[in-house]
Every structure is written in C-alpha cells, then in structure tokens.
C-alpha cells in the first residue's frame, strides 16, 4: 500500500496500523510523512506491524534553474536515500522533475537528469539502496518528469550501470498509470526483466473520463487499463515483488475513510489486477 | 488556420473571410461545419479567398465495439475522404479514435487501425487524398486515439505502404501539442522526413498548469514546447508545407473575438515558431 492513495491525512503512526489491520503485507510511506519524526521510530513502527517496505517516495526533482539549485536537489535526494536504508525500502523511487521553471530546454532537463542519477548512483551503492527510475506519464513532462517512457528509463540505466548484476543497483518502478497506453510497454517489460531492473509495480486504473491530470486516478477495475496482462507481463519478466497500489484521488477515494478504500482496494487485488 | 482555433462559433463562410482577412494563407476546415453546406460551394468560398486548404478535420473513430459499428465507421470516412479531395485539402486528417466504450483491449483496437486504414489506403488512392495519421497525446489513448507516438503512425504507414514513392498516399500529421514530450521525436521526424511521410505541422502550446485535459491549449510562446526546435527540425527534414494553428481552448481562446484570436496567432507565427 503506498500511503498516497490514502491522502495524507493521518499521521504515519495510524497510516501503518490501518495498513497492516487491512491485511498488507508491505506499505510505501512518502518523505512529507516522516517529517518531525525520527527516521529509526517508523522504520520500528513498520517492523513491529509485520510490514516490509516495498518503497520510499521519492526523490526532490533533479533539473534545475542553476547549479546551485541542482547541487541542492543532490544533497537532498542522497539524505533521502540513507532515509530508504533506515527503513530498509525495497528501492528508492524517483520522480525526477520536470522542465525547470520558465525553460522550454527538454534536451537540457533530460542531460541534467542522466548528471544528476549518476550521482545519486554512486550514493546508492553506498548506502546499498536501490534506485527505482519512475517513468511518469507523458501529460507531467512540463511540471514533473522528463522521464516519459519505459524505455527512456531502461536506455538511462544501461548508460549509467552497463552491465547489471544479478541485483543492479539502478532499476525501474512500472506504474500502469504512466505507462499502459505504451506501444512498446510488452517490450519494455521482457527487456526490464531480462537485466532484473524491475523493482516495483504500481497499480491504479485509467479513468476514461479523466476530469484532472494529477488528481483522478481510478480505483482497480474503474478503468480501461488491462492489469491482469500487465501484471502477467511483468511476472512472467521475473518480478516477485509487491503490487503496490498508489491512488491520488482528490474528487472520490481521498474523501472516504480509510478503512473504506482500503478494503475496497485489498478486494479490487484480488478480483481485477 | 486550422478553424478549431476559433471555437466553431460561427459559419463557415464568416470564419473563411475572417481567416482570409487576417492575412493567413491556408485554412483546415472541419467536417462538423460543413454539415448542410454542399462541398463545391464551400471549396469556392475558401478558393475564392484566396485560401489553401492545408487539411481536412478529421476521420470518424476506427476501432468499434463490433463489426457493423467498424464497417460504419470506414464508410463514414471514405465519404469525408471523398470531401476532402473536392475541397483540394493538402491531406485528410486521421484523429484515429480511442478504446471502444466498455473495452479494455488495446491491442485489438491497434489491430482494428491497421485495419481500417488499409481499408480506407485503397479509397483514398482512388480519390487522390492523401492521409495524415495524427499520433495524439498519449492521455488520449483512452476516449479519442490508440495512435500515440510518431513512431507508432510511422511503423503503421511503412507496414501498409512499404515503399514510399516521391508522395506516400499515407502520412503523418506532426502536432507539437502531441509529440513534444517524446524522447525521440528527433529520431521520428527524421525517419519521417526520408520518407516524405510529413503532410501537415500543427502549432499550439502546452501550458504547464494545464487545467483540462482537452480544452486548455496554450497559445503559442504561452508555454513550455521548444517551437522554434521543432519546427527547425521538421522543415531540416524536407517539409515545405504550411504551419497550421490548432488551439482548443474554452478557458480562454474561445471566449474572445475570433478577429483578437487570429490577430493574436498571426503575431506569434511570426516572433516565436
């Protein structure tokens, strides 16, 4: 369960304790939530509720206005990722930005990008936390991420870790949302999973009437994705880690309870993903 | 000037002369406003003022739910496609259309445009009509286009027409609201040029607050797209036709003076694409 998908409304503290009472077996905190609390206390919490980890979201955007500004975005990013070691994270994973504010430089974002995982990389292996390259959807490229496609993704890992071990360090984090309307996803997935850089998947659904950009993810089963071959997709290319529901839904799932779209989130896993 | 610029708020005999008189030398009509009005009486009109036609707005969706509804469809087209060769558009616009309602199987409606547009290849070389495949956005991939990438409409066009003479029948539309983002859009309009595949180039602007996911084009220099990149590699690539101007835009372009609006796009033409 990534805590996303119950709106940040509650303190970590009680997000663990509904998350293991509805029967998860892991949960992906955000930074915004450990905030104030002392690291090692939630990686506890999490221990003690019988959860894993399967991800700590996520990184601080990585193109900047200027070098100061990017060398900033670093030094945040790798106290991030000792945070995703404390917690014993499957993987870090990365949002990492969009177009800095007033440029039109897609081409200098994008080299900004493959500068600045590289540099992350080398923290990484250090603090022996994976990285987990989030491709995000087309629609984020001005605001979010220059990172568009599977296949961006997996071309930036092989530049940056040419020749993956059996565990490589820099991987990539599925997201249906981002991802399902991809004409080579079937073939981006058997690559990610030849070289083992599958290190999360993420499930939401495709709303046909999309009535935001950030804001309306679908409920499993409300949309037009087709999870259940995405996720053979993604099995049957070697991953055996969670299924990590991440839901932002301002107009519908952010204004239940909880406990409501938990529940309808551990039926709707096994009924239609 | 492509007419949805100007928000269908007027006959299409008004939006003619207004387009004509605000100096632009081509016009894109669409099909909605020529419901009515026999075909030859509008081509004179547009003749008349002195106007090209720099492409016909646009097919009817491809991939249907059943048979009946795709055999419909393809008929549907061949009749547009038979206007557009009495107006002398430059090409025949193909928005492709999305998932058929209710339907989560992307690769049959990819299966369903290869398809139905081999089908309607064979009548637009009896007409004379070439046809522009639009790869759209990709966050339409659900209601309006399961043709999402410039690679895509390209794969598409060199499997149903291998070797393209010195005028492919089947082409593509580059529409920088769509392709911006795409990591290889060089490497596409490059591809597309060699092969004499770029029938039509559409300008508008992606705003970075995009505030809806259909009606909220930016003006051209009010956003974040590189235009003059993309305009610079598309005619490197051997295109010589005319800039087109498509904006939907109810939060703001559509509620001013259609004279403001193209007023506004003939300045921007000339100082930021």
């Known amino acids: 369960m990534n805590t996303a998908t119950l709106g940040f409304r509650q303190p970590i503290a009680a997000t663990i304790e509904a998350v293991a009472r509805a ?9 915004r939530e450990l905030e104030g609390e002392p690291v090692e206390s939630v990686a506890r919490r999490i ?3 019988g959860l894993a980890v399967s991800g700590y979201c996520r990184s601080t955007y990585i193109p900047a206005a200027d070098r100061d500004a990017f060398a900033a975005g670093l030094a945040d990013n790798r106290r991030a990722i000792d945070q995703a070691a404390a917690l014993g994270a499957a993987c870090f994973v990365m949002v990492v930005g969009g177009l800095p504010e007033g440029s039109r430089d897609l081409p200098d974002a994008r080299a900004q990008l493959v500068e600045g995982t590289a540099a992350l990389l080398d923290h990484a292996r250090k603090a022996g936390m994976r990285l987990a390259l989030e491709p995000l959807h087309p629609m984020y490229a001005a605001d979010r991420s220059v990172l568009n496609t599977l296949a961006q993704a997996l071309d930036l890992a092989a530049a940056l870790e040419p020749a993956p071990a059996d565990a490589p360090m820099l991987g990539v984090a599925v997201d249906v949302y981002h991802v399902w309307w991809d004409p080579a996803l079937s073939a981006g997935i058997a690559r990610a999973g030849r070289d083992r850089r599958i290190l999360a998947y993420h499930v939401s659904d495709w709303r046909r009437e999309t009535r935001d950009l950030l804001n309306d993810r679908g409920m499993m089963g409300d ?9 053979a997709a993604v099995e049957s290319a070697g991953y055996t880690g969670a299924v990590e529901v991440e839901i932002f839904s301002t107009l519908d799932w952010w204004r239940r309870e909880p406990a409501e779209t938990l529940a309808a989130c551990a039926e709707r896993l096994q009924t239609v993903c």
């Open 23 to 31: 029967g998860f077996g892991a949960i992906a905190p955000w930074r």
């Open 47 to 49: 221990r003690d509720a």
């Open 223 to 231: 949309g037009v994705i087709d999870l259940r071959a995405i996720r």
